[in-house]
């Protein structure tokens, strides 16, 4: 995942010229949403699951390495589903809420997953990874 959102873009650039209205504070708790499909760069196309047991997941990362990457320290787990399916997940996206909020950073996952009633989508720790282009 290196697709930075428009908001945070914005924001960076902002924060780096001392734009003092916009400055950007890092958020207190991120959180991982998943997504039927690429919620684009503005957020627009993200189709998150609802209901079924669906939560996004709070996550934290290491710091940040000379490559400019880092990673989720635990393990994220989404599920189980409970009633209906959730669709094929083709995309995670990190947030800084958990629900609603402003999308940080989005991307393809590296192979998409149906999600049906009782499963559970897992993430190691370690392999959701961010990293600067």
Avoid at 12 to 32: E, I, M, Q
Avoid at 109 to 117: F, M, P, W, Y
């Amino acid at each position: 995942m290196s697709a930075k959102s428009n908001y945070l873009e914005e924001k960076v650039l902002d924060h780096v010229l001392g734009k003092g209205a916009r400055d950007f504070t890092s958020p207190a708790n991120l959180y991982v949403a998943l997504s039927t499909a690429d919620p684009t760069e503005n957020g627009s196309g993200l189709a998150e699951p609802s209901g079924n047991g669906y939560a996004r997941q709070a996550v934290s990362f290491i710091a940040s390495d000379a490559a400019a990457a880092t990673e989720n320290t635990a393990q994220l787990t989404f599920g189980p589903c409970s009633t209906a399916q959730w669709g094929t997940i083709t995309h995670m996206a990190v947030f800084d809420a958990s629900t609603a909020g402003n999308m940080l950073y989005y991307g393809a996952l590296t192979a998409s997953r149906l999600i049906e009633v009782n499963d559970s989508l897992v993430v190691a720790a370690g392999d959701l990874d961010i990293a600067e282009l």
